[in-house]
């Protein structure tokens, strides 16, 4: 059985306790804090934007760094022991499941007052409606066109501060970002980096999508 210990701590086997293993110890229980504490705030921020891609996003995320992993007969990871999402999260699925399950049972989980006395909907329309009833679409919006949009600005934003802190000059930083990302009037671009820091102080966490 193969696990992955993400922390570096908890995994099966005994071992000597020096001093170096505590100050380790001491360095990955502060590290997985700084995780939980940045996970939190990335699925709070997912659910001020109501964008259940960045969501899920954050609770892989949380599992890949704090969970126990196996890998299955698809050599895929997989869970292999008990664990406790953070509250946020865990609330999260338990609304998603009750929209699954109003939609298993004919009710319309956005409109479920409306629908109740009507007749219950079909398979195909219960289908149909899941995009729309776990958030991913609602009028003129796309969660995944929204997910991809803040990560672009994450990546300029962290692109730019880079070529910043290496010395180049505004104006060429802002030039390289648009031979990297596209031409864009430089007042667009300096809006979309502000809006890219803000996403990276509250909560946007790794690991980053490609750009």
């Not at 953070?86 to 409306?114: E, W």
């Not at 010395?167 to 979309?192: I, N």
């Amino acid at each position: 059985m193969r696990f992955i210990d993400r922390n570096g701590v908890g995994m099966g086997g005994s071992f000597l306790m020096t001093e170096e293993n505590n100050i380790a110890h001491e360095d990955n229980y502060h590290q997985s804090r700084w995780n939980l504490e940045k996970l939190t705030a990335s699925a709070q921020l997912a659910m001020d934007i109501q964008n259940p891609v960045l969501m899920w996003h954050s609770i892989y995320t949380y599992m890949h760094l704090n969970c126990f992993l196996d890998f299955n007969s698809d050599g895929e990871e997989a869970v292999s022991e008990d664990f406790v999402l953070p509250p946020i999260m865990a609330d999260f699925v338990l609304q998603t499941a009750i929209s699954i399950v109003k939609l298993a049972q004919g009710r319309h989980p956005i409109n479920d007052r409306y629908r109740q006395e009507s007749t219950p909907l079909s398979p195909k329309e219960a289908i149909d409606l899941l995009p729309q009833a776990l958030g991913f679409t609602r009028q003129g919006y796309n969660a995944f066109a929204d997910f991809d949009s803040i990560y672009q600005k994450v990546w300029e934003a962290k692109d730019y501060d880079e070529a910043r802190q290496k010395g180049m000059s505004s104006k060429d930083a802002l030039e390289a970002l648009c031979k990297t990302y596209g031409d864009m009037d430089h007042s667009q671009r300096r809006k979309r980096i502000r809006l890219g820091r803000s996403f990276l102080r509250n909560g946007i966490y790794g690991p980053y999508p490609a750009p």
